[in-house]
């Protein structure tokens, strides 16, 4: 397919995301066609892939708009070809993923490049000394006069109770309270994740891959491979989700003094 502006003008090349979904129609017309020919249902392809039914039907309909990043459909085209029978890697290399490449004409070649005389050196020195002395004084300026400052206050500052440390303490401790999680993937999983109310994450991550999140109240944890995720709560030792191929939701809330 061409783009074209006028008649007699250059053909436009597609962006990125246009070369994207192109693609993903026709690899996933293929797929469709490939699974229509071995007699299996999406339904079934969910137990193969442990692939959401919605992301697997997406591909086929080649809907770029309800898939997570190009990095994460590619492996998903790719566990979709293996569980059909070909070669996953080489057919879903086929979906770009990167940014294009666009040829650039040198023209800075053939134009004369000032060249500097000594003067100009000199000049230059001269305007970086001046600066360097000037900003170093400046510098100096405002540290004495922090100092100074610094003096006066702790000549007035009142002496702080007891009573008045524990509270500041209390409050900083009620400031830093919340939960925090991390995932590391043993397989490539679909992950669902909610901090306060908001969902943060979802999408497909691919096997060895980690992230982590966190929130000052309530953090949620979905995934439909437990099997296949190791998670830590507030940095201690990871661990398995649940049994491999299952879903899983695991809701961990922050703790109060």
């Not at 993923?97 to 800075?108: A, D, E, N, P, R």
């Not at 500052?157 to 309270?177: R, V």
């Not at 306060?196 to 995934?223: C, H, I, M, N, Y």
């Amino acid at each position: 397919m061409k783009w074209f502006r006028k008649k007699d003008e250059q053909p436009i090349k597609p962006s990125i995301k246009e070369h994207q979904a192109e693609k993903l129609v026709q690899l996933g017309t293929q797929l469709a066609s490939l699974r229509q020919e071995k007699d299996l249902t999406l339904d079934e392809l969910v137990v193969l892939t442990r692939i959401p039914r919605r992301l697997l039907q997406a591909i086929e309909e080649g809907k770029l708009s309800e898939l997570p990043e190009p990095i994460y459909i590619q492996g998903l085209i790719r566990q979709f070809a293996d569980a059909l029978g070909i070669q996953g890697g080489e057919f879903a290399s086929h979906f770009p993923i990167g940014s294009q490449s666009v040829g650039l004409q040198s023209t800075w070649k053939d134009r004369a490049i000032p060249q500097l005389r000594p003067i100009h050196l000199y000049l230059l020195y001269i305007v970086l000394i001046f600066c360097s002395v000037n900003g170093l004084s400046q510098l100096l300026n405002n540290s004495t006069l922090q100092a100074s400052n610094r003096q006066i206050e702790l000549k007035t500052e009142p002496k702080s109770t007891g009573q008045e440390t524990n509270n500041n303490k209390l409050a900083s401790s009620k400031k830093d309270q919340s939960v925090q999680v991390g995932v590391t993937l043993k397989a490539s999983s679909w992950i669902s994740v909610v901090t306060d109310g908001k969902t943060a994450f979802e999408g497909v991550l691919p096997e060895g891959s980690s992230r982590t999140w966190k929130a000052t109240q309530q953090l949620t944890v979905k995934t439909d491979n437990a099997g296949g995720v190791l998670m830590s709560v507030n940095q201690q030792e990871a661990k398995q989700m649940g049994e491999l191929g299952k879903a899983e939701e695991i809701k961990i809330a922050a703790k109060l003094n």
